[in-house]
C-alpha cells in the first residue's frame, strides 16, 4: 500500500492505543468479580431501605451492583483516558464497547468497537483524518487471539460489572444515603482491587488524597445501581477528572449474538499488524 511520508507510523501510534484499549482497559473489567458482598443475591423489594431504616447504606449499594441475573443492559463510562459505551448481556457472555478516540496532534480520528463473547473477539475500526489510511471492512472482523502478541492480555467475558463499580464501592470507607436513592460517602482508592480500576500508578500517585476520594452513586427504584461518579483529584502533572460509570435499561436491551453473514468477516492481515505494532 502507498501511503504519504510518516503515515505509516502515525497510524501504527494511533492504533496503538486500540490495541491497549483491547489489552488493557480500566473500564472494562479490569478487577474482576470481588467474590464479597456485591455477589450477593439481590435483596428483596421488601428489603429496600424504605421498608428497612436500618439498612447498611453500603450494603445496599454493594447488592444494587449488576451481578448477572439483570438481563441485558447499556452501560457508558468515562476515565482519565478513555470513554467507552456499549451493552452488556450475562446470559451470553457478551460485552459490545463502542469508543471514538479524538484526534492528538496527527489529526486522526479512530472510531473503534470490540465485541467479546465468552473468549471470542471480534472488532470494528474506521480512521480517518489523513490520506493513505488503512480501510477496514464495515463488518464484524473476527480476530485470532493466537495472531496477537499481547493475546494473554486481551480481555474475555469475566462478569456484568464492566465499570468496576463492585471494587470500589467495597473500598468505600463511609457511606451515607443523602436523598432516596443518592448516595454518597469516600472511596480509599490507594491499594487493593479498588486502584486496579486505574491506569498502572494512577492510583498510588493521588498519595494521601488517594485515601479519601468522594463519590456519588444513584439507585434506581428497581434496586439496580444506575450511576457511580468519583471526583478524581489532580496529582502532579495529572488533572482532576470524573471517574463515571452509567447502568441503564436493565432486562429491556437487545441481547448480544454472534455475528453472521453479511455482517461478519476474518481480520485482514492489516489489522493484525497494526493492533501487534
Known amino acids: 500500500m502507498t501511503q504519504a511520508t510518516g503515515t505509516a507510523s502515525t497510524t501504527r501510534r494511533t492504533v496503538g492505543v486500540i490495541a491497549a484499549m483491547l489489552a488493557t482497559t480500566t473500564l472494562l473489567g479490569g478487577c474482576g468479580p470481588t467474590g464479597g458482598p456485591a455477589s450477593a443475591p439481590r435483596s428483596n423489594p421488601s428489603d429496600s431501605p424504605s421498608?428497612?431504616?436500618?439498612?447498611?447504606?453500603?450494603?445496599?449499594?454493594?447488592?444494587?451492583?449488576?451481578?448477572?441475573?439483570?438481563?441485558?443492559?447499556?452501560?457508558?463510562?468515562?476515565?482519565?483516558?478513555?470513554?467507552?459505551?456499549?451493552?452488556?448481556?450475562?446470559?451470553?457472555?457478551?460485552?459490545?464497547?463502542?469508543?471514538?478516540?479524538?484526534?492528538?496532534?496527527?489529526?486522526?480520528?479512530?472510531?473503534?468497537?470490540?465485541?467479546?463473547?465468552?473468549?471470542?473477539l471480534w472488532m470494528k475500526a474506521k480512521l480517518t483524518g489523513q490520506a493513505g489510511l488503512p480501510k477496514f471492512p464495515d463488518k464484524w472482523m473476527k480476530l485470532d487471539r493466537t495472531k496477537l502478541s499481547d493475546s494473554a492480555g486481551i480481555p474475555t467475558y469475566d462478569g456484568a460489572d464492566q465499570g468496576n463499580a463492585g471494587p470500589?464501592?467495597?473500598?468505600?470507607?463511609?457511606?451515607?444515603?443523602?436523598?432516596?436513592?443518592?448516595?454518597?460517602?469516600?472511596?480509599?482508592?490507594?491499594?487493593?482491587?479498588?486502584?486496579?480500576?486505574?491506569?498502572?500508578?494512577?492510583?498510588?500517585?493521588?498519595?494521601?488524597a488517594g485515601k479519601k476520594v468522594p463519590f456519588t452513586a444513584v439507585v434506581g427504584a428497581d434496586k439496580n445501581l444506575t450511576s457511580l461518579t468519583l471526583k478524581i483529584p489532580a496529582a502532579g502533572k495529572a488533572k482532576a477528572y470524573d471517574y463515571v460509570v452509567n447502568y441503564a435499561d436493565y432486562g429491556s436491551t437487545p441481547k448480544i449474538s454472534v455475528p453472521t453473514g453479511a455482517a461478519a468477516t476474518k481480520a485482514p492481515p492489516m489489522a493484525y499488524e497494526l493492533l501487534n505494532g
Open 168 to 208: 470500589l464501592i467495597e473500598a468505600a470507607t463511609s457511606v451515607e444515603e443523602q436523598s432516596p436513592g443518592t448516595y454518597v460517602g469516600f472511596i480509599d482508592v490507594s491499594a487493593g482491587e479498588a486502584a486496579k480500576a486505574f491506569d498502572d500508578g494512577e492510583a498510588v500517585a493521588l498519595g494521601e
Open 51 to 120: 421498608a428497612s431504616p436500618t439498612a447498611d447504606p453500603k450494603q445496599v449499594l454493594l447488592e444494587s451492583v449488576p451481578e448477572g441475573t439483570e438481563g441485558a443492559f447499556r452501560f457508558t463510562g468515562k476515565d482519565s483516558s478513555s470513554t467507552l459505551s456499549g451493552r452488556v448481556d450475562p446470559d451470553a457472555k457478551g460485552i459490545e464497547v463502542n469508543s471514538t478516540i479524538a484526534p492528538g496532534s496527527e489529526g486522526i480520528t479512530v472510531k473503534m468497537s470490540v465485541l467479546i463473547i465468552a473468549d471470542e
